[in-house]
């Protein structure tokens, strides 16, 4: 297992190269910039009628704004990209702990993100969406108290290459969603979201895969996040789980599916009968729920199986719990 950080390191060194590997569940590494650096921020909000899943990303010479609806009562999901080469990075995102303010506008779409002191805002307008008159949302997720994950992974060779993640499932969500004539009301104790920090300088393309869920179990809030490799996992992972907001960290998982079929079940198993559970997509008329989005697909099912990491005698049941399933390339 990775070291565990307690307090506040910074992630490079004088030279240039990061830190040794290790993790934190607390805002524990200042990401004092060093050199050119690709940026991704993702959003996931979730009640029981729908799940949003927004990406920004500038990846080297190229920009992205992607969405995705899944309903969740009727089944269904509607998806749509903007994506914008350039030389430079000309939309950066924050890359402060304390966030900041991020914007874009173009012909099509409208979306302006901010840091508040008790949360973030979210709005945005996308005219003829994924074939839909539009989709909009004015969303204001609410800080709540919640451990998070800060996890960082050099890669083997050069240390000047690395991996940062900031993973943090502290926030119920309120507002509404409209998409075409279909208009989602949020409220903050029916819906959870979580907000995906990622920063990397790597000298190769990755396929990356993520099991992602945030739901409720009972009265019990259960937040998922078990990755693929990227940068030198020798020694951990960013595997993890969060019960009512406290940080369970998870080794190597060992994964099993179809290949090429994307729609079909996979099956996620980790440690002595740690992890057993299988991630099986919605389906609407026998096709699976995904939203394909240029480099990116998002498959939207629910989860079966238990979780023994808390208390063998006692696992933890997941039965229908709502999650997606990532798989992206950058």
Known sequence: MQKEYTERSSVFEPDGRVINAGWSRNLAFDYNISGRHSQRDTYSVNSSECSLYLSIENLGAAFAVKIALADLKRGGVVS??????????????PDSADGGEFEYEDKWLRLKISDLPEGKSIKCEFEQFGGLNALSFDIFLLKNNSEVLDELAPFERNRKY???????????????????????????DGANAYFDRIRFRKPRLHSYQRLGADCMLGDRRFTLNLASRVGDNRFGSENCFFLNGKLEKLSQITVKGTPNRIDRPVFFKGGVRALDITFKPFTVSGKAMIADMGKTAVVFGRLYGTINRIDYEKPLVLDNAVAHLIFTEF
């Open 162 to 188: 690395y991996y940062f993640k900031r993973f943090m499932p502290c926030y119920s969500a309120q507002g509404f969603i409209k998409a075409g004539s279909l208009v989602y009301r949020l409220s903050a």
């Open 80 to 93: 749509d990209c903007v994506i914008k080469k350039h030389k430079i990075i000309k939309n950066p995102l």
